[in-house]
Structure formats: structure tokens, C-alpha cells
């Protein structure tokens, strides 16, 4: 799936998290990076981005990769992940680039680096697995 299918797949099957504003900047058939709109809803006291936000970008980069490679397969879940807070985000964007460590059969495994702009490293790093349901 192209970066333009995979957002209107995601705007069509998950309405509930239009207001991230996902952008995938890149995908190809190991990496991604997907960019999303901060507003004050994700912020959390003292002005840095929430951690459910940042888990929240990981997981939707890591479904979007996936479905880059599999096509759009709606029943795809998250089976684990694991998130290391790096650092402070800026409370202006955010983003994720990923890539794809396994692609078995039932399982896909994935590493991301979330960052914050205005900030040259990571502010956090995800590692996140799926389950592929079978083909029918």
C-alpha cells in the first residue's frame, strides 16, 4: 500500500484518532515514517507531549508498516509494546521512523525512534509486535 492508501485506510477504518492528523511522510517495504499534528490535547502539565500520545504514534506507525506489506488487513493487533522515554519532546511535532525487524507469518516485529522537532535525538524508543490474522 502507498503512503496516500494507507491514510485513507486509517481515516476510513479509524476515525477515532483523526484528530493525531497522521501524515506518512515515507514507506517502502521495510521502513516508515509517520508524522503527526501536537496540540494541546496531547500535552500533558509542564508542556511535553503525553505519554500515551507517544505510544499512541508508535503503535499506529507500526500498523501502517505492517499494512504497507500486507495489505489493508483491519484485524491486525498489537500483541506488545514496550516504550523507553528518551528524553523532554518539544510540545510542537512529533514523528516516527520505523522499521521492520521480523515479517514471519503470524507475527511482525518492529523498532521505532519517536522524535520531537527542534530536537536532533530520539525522545523515545518503541520496539512493538503484531499479530497477522490468518488468510482466509
Known sequence: MTAEMLEAFNREQFPQI?????KVEHVDDKTIRVRMSVKDMHLRPGG?????????????AMYLLLL?????VALAVTTSLNINFLRKPAPGGLY???RLLKHG?????????????????PVAHVTTTYAI????
Open 48 to 60: 511535553t507531549v503525553s505519554g500515551p500520545t507517544m505510544m499512541q504514534l508508535a503503535d499506529a
Open 96 to 98: 516516527a521512523e520505523g
Open 18 to 22: 483523526d484528530h493525531m492528523e497522521l
Open 68 to 72: 504497507a506489506q500486507i495489505g489493508p
Open 105 to 121: 507469518k503470524t507475527l511482525a516485529i518492529g523498532e521505532f525512534s519517536l522524535y520531537s522537532d527542534g530536537l536532533e535525538d
Open 133 to 136: 490474522p490468518p488468510q482466509r
